[in-house]
Structure formats: C-alpha cells, structure tokens
C-alpha cells in the first residue's frame, strides 16, 4: 500500500518554471517506479515522464523533453517533476504515480500503473 500526495502547483505565465513534489508514505518507496502524468480538460490523461527505481532511466514525452526533468530522492521518499520554459499547452492537472516497473508507464497502460495521488494542477497564462 502507498499513499501520494503532490504538491507545488499554481498558476504562472509562460516562460516561468514550476517545481512539483510528490510524498510517498511507507518504507518501499525505493521498490516502485516513479512517474508524472497529466490531464487537461476534454483530454485522455498522458505520461509525462517516469523514472526507474534507482533513477539511471528516465523517460519523457516527446513535447517536454529538453524542459522537464524528473529527479527521486529515495531518502526523503519523494519525486520531483522540474518544469522549466512552461507552454500554455502545459496547462494540467498533473498526478504522481507509482508502480513496481516502468511498463505500464512507457506502454502508455494507465490503467496498470498501481497507485495516484490526488493531483495538482498547474495552469500557465499567455
């Protein structure tokens, strides 16, 4: 069992940076694949990016990479999503997720990834 609770949302204006949190509870959280997806409204949810347990892999969509960056501190049993030159087209509602493997994220299976937070949304003016 794994509760996540995200933080750091808000609205900014494009161009600025933003940096989200996601708190794991439990002693396990160094077992499980970490991953950001987001839905904006009248959209199917998307992965963002994801990391592996011992953070070595990372993957990122293709419309953030060079932007976003994920990062894990598996003392502190939290994953950062880093959001930098943010689009209006970044505007979301962006979960944390958390799974023992990063197929089901890569695959695109959202509904195989085991646990979500709640969310948090960003929103990002023109």
């Known amino acids: 069992q794994v509760q996540l609770v995200e933080s750091g949302g808000g609205l900014v204006q494009a161009g600025d940076s933003l940096r989200l949190s996601c708190a794991a509870s439990?002693?396990?959280?160094?077992?499980?694949?970490m991953g950001w997806f987001r839905q904006a409204p009248g959209k199917e949810r998307e992965l963002v990016a994801v990391?592996?347990?011992?953070?070595?892999?990372?993957y990122y969509r293709p419309s953030v990479k060079g932007r976003f960056t994920i990062s894990r501190d598996n003392a502190k049993n939290t994953v950062y999503l880093q959001m930098n030159s943010l689009k209006p087209e970044d505007t979301a509602v962006y979960y944390c997720a958390a799974d023992p493997n990063l197929r089901d994220y890569v695959s695109g299976n959202v509904g195989g990834v085991d646990y979500w937070g709640k969310g948090t949304l960003v929103t990002v003016s023109s």
């Open positions: 990391i592996s347990i011992s953070g070595v892999s990372t």
């Open positions: 439990g002693r396990t959280f160094s077992t499980y694949a």
